[in-house]
């Protein structure tokens, strides 16, 4: 335990100090302090000791000079014990707390300040006080949060006006990360003026996972320090502990969901959207897009993009008689849950229900870590870029549905190619998609195959099921998140009903692959907009 | 440009600390110097003015107080025109360089040292003077790194003494940086001391590429600084800029190739080897490497993991008179290449021919980074944890296919299957892969219908092309990446000739599965570790 009997401190955000000061003024510790800090206190009748009847020296250079000294450095810094009997020689009494942020760089960055002037926001007193205080943790506490001086003033009134050793090697902590992001950003900063793009990147709150994307990989998840948002702060409303695979499937979720404009439903398998749909109602959605792949929804991750309702989990089953109706899913994510909608889901005591609202999720930047090196780049926010018809036939595509088409290619791993239509209900609905393949054709072949597949499950027995088949192919529209190198893709598309693709169109062949199609009769539409996604 | 007449020289690496004061003293600078640096200075026979004469304070507690003073502060942070008049009253004479590096932090962590060594290996003086010397850039010229040493040296000559501001500024950012990872190692160290983990990265060395994964996105390419080796560190020896997917597919080309023991090839399409193979001779690796797709071969990623010799590349016939022989790929990357070897690559001018070795590429980590969070876990290095036959029938499989099968699914995107075999000639060779399906079943078809492709490819036509590739299937190994959730791929794999399906085993089925391959007649080892991969 260290009695706090002489605190220096130097604040830029003042919030709370008030308070602080006074509580440490009350239990009979002096207060030392600088500039504006000092003004404050002293207008709220706190009496502190000025700076300068410490250091022997002025308040000099604007500001830029006024703790930087020997005496306050070494009050922080000596050893109590080795070093007592040099300390009292040199007239050096001891500093037991610190309480400083820095000057805000961040704000002034933020309001876009010049280079003079994000240069004046670099605190060089500050972060030298934080620094040697905290080096010497072992006597000294440092606080660089003013959301932790409530937690101390209670501390301090439970232990006599002293902080503990425990407390004082966190706040340590806390004071080196508080030095090493201020750093970062000045660097960065600096960087940018300079044209120089560098990158720096922090995380903590680590949670350690059962394991990684696999048993014998340790795992963790963590949350970047300096996020506003972040998807790590999702809220497990119910069920096991969330996996690795678990966070990348949930991710692809809400990348698929996040600029649905209606009621949308997204089913992740291995990180890609299998079954996907919106419109109106989110019972309907979740319907149409558990039909995309009625096979792999089963244990499957489902998100929303909307509050989940008592009408929309029935779909489950999960408290039918014959256990072999119930669907069981992995997770079920969701901007939030109606309290009966929660209670039924509940009836699975395994599954993961999560509180997430993908509409948070506008990421500015996409980042892959290679061993060593980073890529990084703009996510893919856009749909396309013009919708140029190429072919004699001139489809009419429902704008609705084209965003939809696109929004669920581009989520798709490349080579990815899905077929989508507007139900007789209105809604849109992924039928079909095939994803990750070398060969653009066998994702097509996969599409056109899940697309037959589902119309048959759909079809009520009446009449001719090929017949039903056309007559929905014929209304279903392929989309291609690139250009056909060949016409192939378009002769299996013409020769499993689909009349109509879309397609962004650039191959050195294009006038073979439109030639083709216009001697099919199928009508094609240019986008100008590629949607890689490895 | 600033004269630099009076220099402080404190660092802990004395790296060319003689010459560069040797040389600022040739040129009527004074030196300000401490403890062991002042020591060595002296012992070169270079006059030292002693901190002490300028701080008028003595080096005191252990070391712990040198340089942090009054006076060394405004000495470097004073305005030279704004507080000029202020600086002459208090008696304070510029300082108009400071060379300073820090307490060797990393190495002491690299040693293992414990918490109260680490702590003493905080360096609260150096980083002061850096960062107070880099604010003051206008005036002040701060250097950090011995390696900026030679070129300094050449600017003070050439500008009779002085440094330029565009320097300057260039030595400010690299000091900001270097206090930026010097207290983010601090924070991450003292983390984990406190049984925590924290990551902190920082990249720069930024490329612009062309574009990101696609022409709407900005991307960027940059260098991890901390990293000893760095798949940044690549050497473009021919050919167009490499762009974002380029990068991506030789990752996963480097990845697939990381630890194969000999002659192996990988060909690598939108991040997935669709061919591979390893064996005695490189040209006939990449023969049935290729061989695995070659449709998709076509445009792919080529890497090999030794030198490529003139006899492997003649394989591209880029010389063929017949242009539609000449196999055009996108890359060949491999740890060398032979200068015939280069010269005949160099025949195609839009080839990109990369020198990178992945026996370098041994990372500890595997980071994937969501909107504001991180997954972070260990790389998937192993292969399997046991080789159990769980079937009547024992199968024998050769240990370097076991190996190769393993390390080839591993590579796959889930869910993934592939069948491999060992050829005639003894290489390993990838006969065929689905990957990156929602469904397994979907996986297993297409590896199954490759196989037969390249079977038929295969065939010399002679006899009954059903019964060779009925016989060549009975030798082919299947390997999934994960358990087999139902019977059914056993099934499909029985009747497309496969006697042999290695697999983790640990469904609640497997029972079901052992079985229905007990029934069929296949052989099946369970190796008790799943190679999930998305």
Known sequence: MIAIKRALISVSDKTGIIDFAAALERQGCEIISTGGTRKVLEDAGIRVTGISSVTGNPEAFGGRMKTLSFQIGSALLFDREKDAEEASA??????????????????????????????????IGGPTMVRAAAKNYTYVAVVVDPGDYPDLLNELAENGGAISKETRFRLMRKAFNHTADYDALIATTLDGQAGELSVRLAFDRAKKLRYGENAHQEGYFLRQRDAARSYYDMNVLHGKELSYNNMVDMYAALESLRDMRTHACAVIKHANPCGLSSGDDQRKALEYAWAGDPVSAYGSVIAFNSTVTRGTVDFFELDAEDKSRRKFVEIVVAPGFAPEALDYLQLHKNLRIVEFDPRLLTPARDMKFLHGALLYQDTDMETWEKTECVTALRPKIDPELLDFGLKAVRQLKSNAICAVRKTAAGYCQLLGMGCGQPNRLNSTELTLARCRENLLNAWDGAGDPEAYIRENMAETVLFSDAFFPFPDNVEIAHAAGIRTIVQPGGSLRDKLVIGKADELGVGMVFTGMRHFKH
């Open 90 to 123: 040199l007239g050096i009494a001891p500093i037991d707390l610190v309480v400083c942020n820095l000057y805000p760089f961040a704000e002034a960055r933020a309001q876009g300040a010049d280079l003079p002037a994000l240069i004046e926001h670099i605190d």
